[in-house]
């Protein structure tokens, strides 16, 4: 497959991607793409000391005038949306309307921010002493490093790049081995808008290619003030502790396993629906992708019926052809580990509809549905490709607790028109995932609200709310505007 057109488009020149020895292939087809060189110790120490000379600069600027830089670069995007959405497609190999779709998420990001740049507010706090008033207020923390997943390859970037922007930071991408093109078009994009803004400190954000040694020497430094972590549980379980050691900050959104509650009352059609998207959409490989589905004994026979002829007749083929809409997993790696999930769950008594490998070239795989009694072994475990475990449930509270018995806790859904079943699922005794949605699927976030989950997913917050905040240090003020020094809490030191 030949990409050096829309690479040539998105500003990308050639030398960059045509040597070197990380070899990155397409998921459509197997095939090589491009070959990059990668960054060693000297040089990924030498972007950091950058990334740290930029920020001095950087928070000196006005943050509305922050976000005037983001606003120009939201207009690139959308100048090359077509192009990096086929990148995407083509890299990472998500359906187009998916590649897009990410790009737009990247735009909407992008408006959000440039309001940002103009809301950063703090507090004003009463004072117990006469003649003091007190503050908050929020500074530009330092450099950001963002190390992202294969399956999000520019998205994550953008929810944490556009926010750290506005707030003064700068920012060191490492970029997921397997999709690496698609940061340097990025890369390519937001220097033309650092052109177009004209008096930019050099060096706000860059890109480091490399595999997951780069990410340990980017973790392990103490002058990235953040490190932000996208990934496996595994990644995660690594990163935190290194960062923690040199008591640095941590962002990790790392795997789900995400889980669905069909009641008695639920819209059939429309919950089907919200079901296929999210359990076989992305080829099952988001970390919101419905894993576990929770079907009321009443409706169970009928729906699993529905569900498996609509997963028959799912078009799963390239990712780039109109009508398909499930593609390839990453590689063969995922295949495997596929493969192997399904034996485990064979071996504990599931029955499996789907799941054959699909004769071409590319790891392409029909979805598919295991209908099992015991909720355990492989249950628990996040698998990435599109394998949906289904059960049976009698009584609501019994399915909230199983949704809940499993290490991650991400994203959850309930389909239901009851009102007492739809609020017992959102209140303190029902879902304990850092998103819970009421008749929608679990995965497709729109940027407005906070990303992220609890326990094993991680505890970070990115993208829209108040995520901004992690961005930035907290400091508190306390102003003196007497002649007298009374101290808090009545305490006498007269000398
Ligand atoms: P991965 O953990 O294999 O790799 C993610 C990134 O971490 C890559 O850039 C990799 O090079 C880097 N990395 C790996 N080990 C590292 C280490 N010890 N130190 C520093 N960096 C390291 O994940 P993947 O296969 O690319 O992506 C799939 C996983 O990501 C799934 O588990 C999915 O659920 C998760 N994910 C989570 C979110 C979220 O927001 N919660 C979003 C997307 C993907």
Not at 108 to 131: H, K, M, N, W
Not at 291 to 301: A, N, Q, T
Not at 426 to 446: H, K, Q, R
């Amino acid at each position: 497959m030949n990409i050096s057109d829309i690479m040539d488009r998105l500003g990308v020149e050639e030398r960059y991607y045509t040597r070197g020895p990380l070899s990155v292939t397409t998921p459509i087809d197997g095939s090589e793409l491009a070959q990059l060189a990668i960054d060693d110790d000297a040089v990924i120490g030498e972007k950091i000391a950058l990334a740290k000379e930029a920020f001095l600069k950087w928070r000196s600027v006005p943050a509305p005038r922050r976000g005037e830089l983001v606003r120009l670069f939201g207009e690139e995007l959308r100048r090359h949306k077509d192009d990096l959405g086929r990148l995407v497609t083509i890299e990472c190999g998500k359906i187009l309307s998916e590649g897009l779709g990410e790009v737009q998420e990247m735009i909407d990001i992008c408006d959000f921010a440039v309001g940002l740049s103009r809301q950063q507010y703090g507090l004003t706090i009463a004072s117990e002493r006469p003649g003091h008033h007190m503050r908050e207020s929020w500074h530009p923390l330092g450099p950001v490093a963002i190390i992202s997943a294969f399956n999000f390859p520019v998205a994550v970037w953008s929810w944490n790049a556009a926010l750290a922007l506005v707030c003064g930071d700068t920012c060191i991408w490492k970029p997921s081995e397997k999709t690496p093109l698609t940061a340097l078009a990025v890369q390519s994009l937001f220097e033309k808008a650092i052109a177009r803004f004209g008096d930019a400190p050099p060096h706000l954000t860059q890109v480091t290619i490399g595999e997951r040694s780069a990410g340990e020497q980017i973790v392990d430094d103490p002058r990235i003030t953040l490190v932000s972590a996208t990934g496996s549980t595994r990644m995660g379980r690594e990163v935190g502790p290194r960062v923690a050691k040199r008591f640095g900050r941590v962002l990790l959104e790392l795997g789900g396993n995400n889980a669905g509650i069909i009641t008695p009352s639920a819209d059939t059609d429309l919950s089907l629906r919200a079901v296929c998207f999210s359990a076989a959409g992305t080829a099952g490989q988001r970390c919101t992708s419905l894993r576990r589905l929770f079907v009321h004994e009443s409706i169970y026979g009928d729906f699993l019926s529905r569900l498996k002829s609509a997963y028959a007749s799912l078009p799963v083929g390239d990712p780039l052809e109109d009508g398909v809409l499930v593609g390839p997993l990453i590689d063969k790696d995922a295949l495997n580990r596929m493969h192997y999930a399904l034996n485990r769950a064979k071996a504990q008594g599931g029955v499996i509809t789907g799941g054959d490998n699909i004769e071409k070239e590319g790891c392409y795989v029909r979805p598919a549905i295991v209908e099992l009694e015991s909720h355990d072994g492989i249950v628990l475990e996040e698998t990435f490709a599109p394998i949906l475990y289904v059960f049976r449930y009698v009584a609501l509270d019994e399915a909230i607790a199983l949704q809940n018995s499993v290490p991650q806790g991400l994203s959850s859904c309930i389909f239901t028109r009851d009102v007492l079943e739809a609020e017992q699922f959102l209140s303190a005794t029902g879902s304990d995932c850092g998103i819970a949605n009421v008749n929608i699927g679990p995965s497709g976030a729109e940027i407005g609200g906070a990303f992220g989950g609890e326990k094993e997913t991680g505890g970070g917050r990115e993208s829209g709310s108040d995520a901004w905040k992690a961005y930035m240090r907290r400091q508190t003020q306390t102003v003196n505007y007497s002649t007298a020094l009374p101290l808090a809490q009545g305490v006498k030191f007269d000398v």
